[in-house]
C-alpha cells in the first residue's frame, strides 16, 4: 500500500525541520553523502542498502569515487509518502552517527589521518 503523497509545500517544511540535509528536486527527496574516497563511499551503498532492503522500499543512488547521492520517491504512489521520510530518517541516521561526538567506549573515525578519513560529516 502506497499512502498519500504530500504536496511540494509539506514535503519542504518537512524536510526543514526533520531533515535539513535533504531536499526537494524533481519529485524526488535527495540528499548527498560526501565521503573521503571509494573505500567510504561502498560503506555508504552497502550500509544504505541493507536498510532499504529491511524496509523494503529502495532509493535510486548516484554513486562515484567521493560521493553518494540518494533519491527516494514511492513509485507505486508516483510522491512523496511517508515511507520516503521514514527510510530517509533511518538512513541519515545511521550514515550521520559519529560515535566519538558522543559519551561511550567507541571512539569513531580519526578523521585527523588521510589514511583513516571517512565521510565529510555536514
Do not use: C
Amino acid at each position: 500500500m502506497a499512502g498519500n503523497t504530500y504536496t511540494d509545500v509539506q514535503i519542504t517544511e518537512r524536510l526543514q525541520s526533520e531533515l535539513p540535509h535533504w531536499y526537494l528536486e524533481n519529485g524526488w527527496i535527495r540528499r548527498k553523502y560526501k565521503t573521503s574516497g571509494w573505500k567510504a563511499t561502498l560503506m555508504i551503498v552497502n550500509t544504505i542498502g541493507h536498510l532499504a532492503e529491511a524496509a523494503w522500499h529502495h532509493p535510486d543512488l548516484t554513486v562515484s569515487y567521493a560521493f553518494v547521492i540518494v533519491k527516494l520517491m514511492t513509485h507505486d504512489a508516483k510522491g512523496i509518502t511517508d515511507k520516503d521520510f521514514e527510510l530517509a530518517k533511518k538512513i541519515e541516521e545511521v550514515i550521520a552517527w559519529q560515535p566519538g561526538k558522543t559519551d561511550g567506549a567507541l571512539e569513531g573515525t580519526p578523521n585527523d589521518d588521510p589514511r583513516f578519513k571517512y565521510i565529510k560529516y555536514d
